[in-house]
């Protein structure tokens, strides 16, 4: 089975700290998104990658970066936190493209920026 | 647009079907999945039915898909309480995943 692991369930963070999420991955998939989910509003996709070193901005990018110095992990950092980046925050990974590979998740990280 | 619809909302009794709807925008989408998020956690790969196929069927999982009206639904037979959570359905382009809005199912006692 796929495994996605998220490091943190939960964060706590104050308005202008800088915040790292972290995700790993153990089945060697190729490509690797961080969603993030509101009440109302479903799953946007902040930013995905689909190779070590590559990034692709999803549909809300704004106020978020991502790292992929190694194919099993992706991380989404926030430069400068704000009230606005409380969220549930998920990681996914797929083997290949999207219209023949499913998403495997992880268990989110519920972050709170106070 | 790229909207993913369902209804936000069902309740059935406990041992009754459970039929969620989903209307989905490409009808050049080559599979359609099915998620289950239980309260706190991430999302569950449920099932998932290519586009050539019109039903599929996985023990208590009963997926139907109407290419001509873009419309897939997922029915879980017997529904149990364990069932309650929120289902998402999915389709897929080459690199982006469109996901509805989740339908949040309340199984009664």
């Known amino acids: 089975d796929v495994k996605v692991t998220q490091s943190s369930r939960y964060l706590v963070k104050r308005t202008g700290e800088k915040v790292f999420l972290e995700c790993v991955q153990d089945?060697?998939?190729?490509?690797m998104f961080w969603y993030r989910q509101d009440p109302g509003l479903g799953l946007r996709l902040i930013y995905f990658s689909y190779d070590v070193k590559m990034k692709e901005k999803g549909d809300i990018p704004e106020g978020y970066s991502v790292s992929r110095e190694k194919k099993e992990r992706f991380s989404l950092i926030l430069e400068s936190a704000s009230t606005n980046q409380t969220s549930m925050y998920l990681c996914?990974?797929?083997?290949?493209?999207?219209?023949?590979?499913?998403?495997?998740f992880g268990n989110g990280t519920r972050l709170t920026v106070t | 647009g790229e909207d993913v619809e369902q209804s936000l909302f069902l309740s059935v009794r406990e041992g009754d079907s459970s039929v969620i709807n989903c209307t989905y925008t490409d009808s050049s989408s080559t599979y359609l999945y099915w998620y289950k998020q239980e309260p706190g956690a991430g999302l569950q790969l449920l099932t998932y039915i290519f586009s050539n196929m019109d039903m599929k069927q996985d023990q208590r999982l009963t997926v139907l898909l109407n290419k001509k009206d873009k419309h897939l639904s997922l029915r879980i037979a017997d529904t149990q309480t364990g069932d309650s959570a929120i289902y998402f359905c999915?389709?897929?382009?080459?690199?982006?995943?469109?996901f509805g809005t989740g339908t949040r199912l309340k199984v009664l006692a």
């Open positions: 999915a389709e897929a382009g080459t690199y982006k995943y469109i």
């Open positions: 996914a990974s797929s083997l290949g493209a999207a219209n023949n590979s499913p998403l495997h």
């Open positions: 089945m060697d998939h190729e490509n």
